[in-house]
C-alpha cells in the first residue's frame, strides 16, 4: 500500500486525534489511523444508541444454588444408578446452568466496577471475546431466555398481542400449503415465520442459544425436534407468545394432556394455539381461509377467531383447523376445556375481550 507523508494530505484521526495519512493510489479514503482507532469508534457509536436494557445483580448467587440443585439431582441419579442417558441429561443440563453461571458472575462483576481487561484475564481470553460473549445485551438476553426456562416471566419479553380484527387483512396473495403437513414440519414452520419475521439470522439465534447453526438449522427446518425448553427459548427470542407454540409442539411429540383450568386461561390457551397454526400455514387471509374451508367458515368468523374474540361451535372450529392444515383432534381437548369450564362454573361471565362462545346443543 503506498502511503504518503505529504503534509498537505495529513488529516486527523477523529478517534485518536493523531496524524491520518491518506493513500495515494487509488482505493477508499481511510478513516481512521489504525485498526484499533476503528474499532474504539465502533464501540463509541454503539454506545451512543438507545440505551441496553440490563439484567440487575446481583446474580450469580441465584443461579449457583440452581447449579447446586442440579448437581444434588445428578448424585442422586448416580446413587440409584439410574441409566446412562438419564445421566448425561443431567450432565448437560448442568453445564448449560454452568455457562448462565458464568454469564451471570462476569454481570456482577461489571457492576462492580470491574474492567473488561479484569474480566478477560480472568476468563482467559481477549478482550473483545469477552465484550462480545458477555456483553450487557447478550446476556440480558441470555437471563431472559433462563428465566422462561424456569418458569418465570421474562424481564424483557414482550408477548405477543391477539391480533385486532382491523390487523387481519381482507384478502391477501398468501396462501397455506394444502397438502398434508406433519405436526413436526407445522412447528418448524411457525418458527421458521417468527425467525424471518424477528430479523435474526440462524447464526445470531444460535448464538443466543449457545448451540451451533447447523443444530437450529435443523430445527427450523424440521429435521431435529426441540425440547419445549427450547421452543420457550425461540418463541421469546423472536418476541413470540410460546403459547402460541404449544398444541404444534404437543402434536409433534404425540403428546394429548390438557388438564382443567380457569375459563380465560383456557380460551387464551385455545386462541393461542388457533394463531399458532395459522402462523404455520403463513398466515393465510381470512378470505382465503373460507376458500380453503369450501365456505364452512366465513371469513368474519375466521377474523374473530383469530382475533381472540370468539369461541365458535366445533363444527366451525374443526373446518378452520383443517382449512390451516391442522389436525382437528389436536384442538378438540382445548375446545372441550372451554365449555367444560364455561357450563360448570358457578358464574359464567364471558372474560374481558371474548364476546361469544358457542353452547352445543344438548341431545335429545
Same mark, same amino acid.
Given at each position: ?9 495529513? +488529516? ?49 448467587? &441465584? ?37 448462565? *453461571? ?14 473488561? %481487561? ?51 387483512? &381482507? ?25 424471518? /419475521? ?8 444460535? &448464538? ?110 374443526? /373446518? ?15 375446545? +372441550? ?18 364476546? *361469544?362462545?358457542?353452547?352445543? %346443543?344438548?341431545?335429545?
Amino acid at each position: 500500500m503506498n502511503v504518503t507523508a505529504d503534509p498537505s494530505q495529513l +488529516e486527523q484521526c477523529p478517534v485518536c486525534k493523531g496524524p491520518l495519512v491518506q493513500n495515494t493510489g487509488a482505493g477508499r479514503r481511510r478513516l481512521y489511523c489504525s485498526a484499533a482507532c476503528r474499532r474504539r469508534a465502533q464501540r463509541n457509536r454503539q454506545a451512543r444508541r438507545a440505551p441496553v436494557a440490563t439484567v440487575q445483580g446481583p446474580l450469580g448467587a &441465584e443461579v449457583a444454588a440452581e447449579v447446586r440443585r442440579l448437581a444434588q439431582q445428578l448424585l442422586d441419579s448416580e446413587i440409584r444408578q439410574e441409566e446412562l442417558a438419564t445421566l448425561l441429561e443431567r450432565v448437560e443440563v448442568i453445564r448449560r446452568e454452568l455457562d448462565i *453461571y458464568t454469564a451471570a458472575a462476569v454481570q456482577d462483576a461489571r457492576h462492580r466496577g470491574e474492567k473488561w %481487561e479484569a474480566v478477560a484475564k480472568a476468563a482467559h481470553v481477549a478482550p473483545e471475546t469477552a465484550r462480545a460473549r458477555w456483553g450487557p445485551e447478550r446476556v440480558a438476553r441470555m437471563m431472559d431466555l433462563h428465566a422462561n426456562d424456569k418458569g418465570a416471566a421474562p424481564a424483557r419479553w414482550r408477548g405477543s398481542q391477539p391480533a385486532r380484527l382491523a390487523d387481519i387483512p &381482507e384478502d391477501t396473495a398468501s396462501a397455506p400449503n394444502t397438502d398434508v403437513v406433519s405436526p413436526a414440519n407445522q412447528l418448524a414452520s411457525a418458527l421458521t415465520q417468527l425467525q424471518v /419475521a424477528s430479523g435474526l439470522t440462524i447464526r445470531e439465534v444460535a &448464538e443466543s442459544t449457545m448451540l451451533s447453526p447447523s443444530f437450529i438449522s435443523r430445527v427450523l427446518s424440521g429435521d431435529r425436534l426441540p425440547t419445549w425448553d427450547l421452543t420457550c427459548s425461540l418463541a421469546v427470542l423472536f418476541n413470540a407468545d410460546p403459547a402460541e407454540l404449544r398444541v404444534l409442539f404437543e402434536a409433534a411429540h404425540g403428546m394429548t394432556a390438557h388438564g382443567r383450568q380457569p375459563m380465560a386461561a383456557a380460551i387464551a390457551q385455545l386462541h393461542a394455539a388457533v394463531r399458532g397454526l395459522h402462523r404455520a400455514a403463513k398466515s393465510p387471509s381470512a378470505v382465503r381461509i373460507e376458500q380453503l374451508s369450501s365456505k364452512a367458515v366465513t371469513a368474519s368468523q375466521a377474523r374473530r377467531v383469530l382475533a381472540g374474540i370468539d369461541v365458535p361451535e366445533w363444527e366451525v372450529l374443526a /373446518a378452520l383447523v383443517c382449512a390451516l392444515g391442522g389436525r382437528p383432534h389436536d384442538f378438540k381437548p382445548l375446545w +372441550e376445556a372451554v365449555h367444560y369450564t364455561f357450563l360448570m362454573c358457578d358464574d359464567p361471565r364471558l372474560p374481558e375481550g371474548t364476546a *361469544y362462545i358457542a353452547v352445543p %346443543e344438548e341431545g335429545p
